[in-house]
Nanobody, 127 residues
Framework: QVQLEESGGGLVQAGGSLRLSCAASGGTFRNLAVGWFRQATGKEREFVAAIGRGYGEPYSADSVAGRFTVSRDNTKDVVYLQMNSLKSEDTAVYYC????????????????????WGQGTQVTVSS
């Protein structure tokens, strides 16, 4: 099972940008869909964005559409989440995860089928 590690989180002012990275080790996720989820204090883990297996198309949740963009560099086994125009409501721990159950460009927006998770990276947006 591939291991994932998120990085790039930190403290940023509202309106700023961060670029999160999800790196694979102990295997590759080039043939797996990779999703980004976030969990704010006291809230359920929610879907943010995902990208299909291989060179699949990206998909973002309505809450971040137009601000967040997910991409992947398969030569490096890295998936990115570019976060622009950050708002205080984006404050959360961000996780990446792999989903081995998808096919084609299908993306799952619930966490149940994602089987390998990183430990998360904290994103804090100040007003």
């Amino acid at each position: 099972q591939v291991q994932l590690e998120e990085s790039g989180g930190g403290l940023v002012q509202a309106g700023g940008s961060l670029r999160l990275s999800c790196a694979a080790s102990g295997g590759t996720f080039r043939n797996l869909a990779v999703g980004w989820f976030r969990q704010a204090t006291g809230k359920e883990r929610e879907f943010v964005a995902a990208i299909g297996r291989g060179y699949g198309e990206p998909y973002s949740a309505d809450s971040v559409a137009g601000r967040f963009t997910v991409s992947r560099d398969n030569t490096k086994d890295v998936v990115y989440l570019q976060m622009n125009s950050l708002k205080s409501e984006d404050t959360a721990v961000y996780y990446c995860a792999t989903d081995p159950t998808t096919y084609g460009d299908i993306i799952h927006t619930t966490p149940t089928t994602y089987d390998s998770w990183g430990q998360g990276t904290q994103v804090t947006v100040s007003s």
